[in-house]
């Protein structure tokens, strides 16, 4: 089985800009969770989506979005970028249930200038 | 919010030694969990141990859980350089449907 995908590898946007990010689960995987990761926060739950509908959410702010297609792939997506939100972004899926084990994609590493 | 935290917060050690890890954790789970992560890269599964286990093997690595103390131990024996890496426990929060992992423990392996 082709394991969890994300594009783009890398992206460099400045201050105000929005950006999407996209995460393809393994196949068969309903539930898609996103996180963000920084050195000083560590690993923070974003969101996660099961059969198109965010079933949990964790503390951010409105800025941050997601959704999720009927084939289980997701995106998610952060207006009015700030520099804190410079981050490891990592989306992992997983068969049905956020709390079973958790299959991670390589991550969109996200700088804002 | 955090709930599992790592053990010693970094830890080196040479080839072929023992690497031990601690994860003290909050409140009551269902399963506690092990990842691994090599530098800037996606995690990876190592390990679920579920509240009625007390131990748990996986070829190097071996589990322990103490529920009345809320906490896990991460061994892996006869370390090697491969094994450099970032180390996370995870838990689900009981009821919360989702995974909190702790800030991670540094292990560098030095050939």
């Known amino acids: 089985k082709a394991g969890v995908t994300q594009t783009p590898r890398y992206l460099i946007k400045t201050r105000g800009q929005q950006v999407t990010l996209s995460c393809s689960p393994i196949?068969?995987?309903?539930?898609v969770s996103w996180y963000q990761q920084t050195p000083g926060q560590g690993l923070q739950f974003l969101f996660e989506y099961f059969s198109e509908t965010q079933r949990n959410k964790g503390n951010f702010p409105g800025r941050f979005s997601g959704r999720q297609f009927s084939n289980s792939r997701s995106e998610m997506n952060v207006s009015t970028l700030e520099l804190g939100d410079s981050a490891l972004y990592l989306c992992?899926?997983?068969?049905?249930?956020?709390?079973?084990?958790?299959?991670f994609g390589p991550g969109t590493r996200l700088t804002v200038l | 919010s955090q709930q599992g935290e790592e053990d010693p917060q970094a830890l080196s050690i040479q080839e072929g030694e023992n690497a031990t890890m601690n994860c003290s954790y909050k409140t009551s789970i269902n399963n506690l969990q092990w990842y691994r992560q090599n530098s800037g890269r996606g995690l990876v599964h190592l390990i679920l141990i579920r509240s009625n286990e007390r131990e748990k093997h996986s070829g190097r690595l071996r589990v322990t859980l103490d529920t009345s103390k809320k906490s896990s131990s991460l061994l892996i024996t006869a370390s090697r350089a491969a094994d450099t890496a970032s180390y996370f426990c995870?838990?689900?929060?009981?009821?919360?449907?989702?995974?909190?992992f702790g800030k991670g423990m540094k292990l560098t392996v030095n050939p």
């Open positions: 995870a838990t689900d929060d009981f009821g919360s449907e989702k995974l909190v």
């Open positions: 992992a899926s997983s068969r049905d249930r956020a709390e079973d084990t958790q299959y």
């Open positions: 196949s068969g995987h309903r539930s």
